[in-house]
């Protein structure tokens, strides 16, 4: 008898070890992508019918970045509950396209940066540098190029604030490309900024 109220005993403390144990499963992550497109009476069309987006590897996941360069300029962080619903570079690519009117040219984005930099502790922005180049498919020739850098304060040092700042850069980084088209066509000759 003792030796069966023992094993019982013996049963129910492994239960209840196992249950402290168990690790916690983390909660899934929250997924983010770039909001819903501006009215269509907040933006003009912009003059191109194709784009594509590059982007270095590491460039190319889910993970929504952050730098602080105050302490620790060399190393990229990660939010770990936080994702983009796909990688920038595809994020970047759907919103210049939804944003095209079906014009003559194609445009080619090489995008360098997407991230939110803290340069102190609780202060962030959002980072966004790319080229971009435009081509006329017609004569299959490259028309200009150029680097551009656009920052935003983010509202939040924390992942909500970088997806809110990075949703707005990116609606930003169209019209600066749309208005330096433009641009060119008012000069009637392609100017090829620096490289």
């Known amino acids: 008898m003792k030796r069966f109220l023992f094993a019982r005993l013996f049963l129910a403390a492994l239960i209840i070890s196992s249950c402290t144990f168990t690790p916690e499963k983390s909660p899934p992550p929250r997924l983010h992508d770039l909001g819903p497109l501006p009215g269509r009476s907040d933006r003009?069309?912009?003059?191109?019918?194709?784009?594509?987006?590059?982007?270095?590897?590491?460039?190319?996941?889910?993970?929504?970045?952050?730098?602080?360069?105050?302490?620790?300029?060399?190393?990229?962080?990660?939010?770990?509950?936080?994702?983009?619903?796909?990688?920038?570079?595809?994020?970047?690519?759907?919103?210049?396209?939804?944003?095209?009117?079906?014009?003559?040219?194609?445009?080619?984005?090489?995008?360098?940066?997407?991230?939110?930099?803290?340069?102190?502790?609780?202060?962030?922005?959002?980072?966004?540098?790319?080229?971009?180049?435009?081509?006329?498919?017609?004569?299959?020739?490259?028309?200009?190029?150029?680097?551009?850098e656009l920052d935003k304060i983010s509202p939040g040092a924390d992942a909500a604030g970088a997806v809110t700042s990075l949703a707005d850069l990116a609606d930003e980084s169209i019209t600066a490309v749309r208005l330096w088209i433009e641009g060119m066509n008012a000069a009637h000759e392609p100017v090829t900024g620096p490289r």
């Open 44 to 148: 003009l069309p912009a003059p191109w019918s194709a784009v594509d987006v590059a982007a270095p590897e590491w460039l190319k996941n889910d993970r929504i970045r952050y730098r602080l360069v105050y302490s620790d300029p060399t190393r990229v962080g990660v939010y770990s509950l936080d994702r983009w619903i796909a990688s920038p570079p595809e994020l970047l690519a759907q919103r210049f396209a939804l944003s095209g009117d079906g014009g003559p040219l194609r445009i080619r984005i090489e995008l360098q940066e997407f991230e939110q930099i803290f340069e102190r502790p609780g202060q962030a922005k959002a980072l966004i540098r790319f080229r971009a180049s435009v081509h006329d498919p017609g004569r299959n020739r490259r028309l200009a190029e150029r680097t551009f």
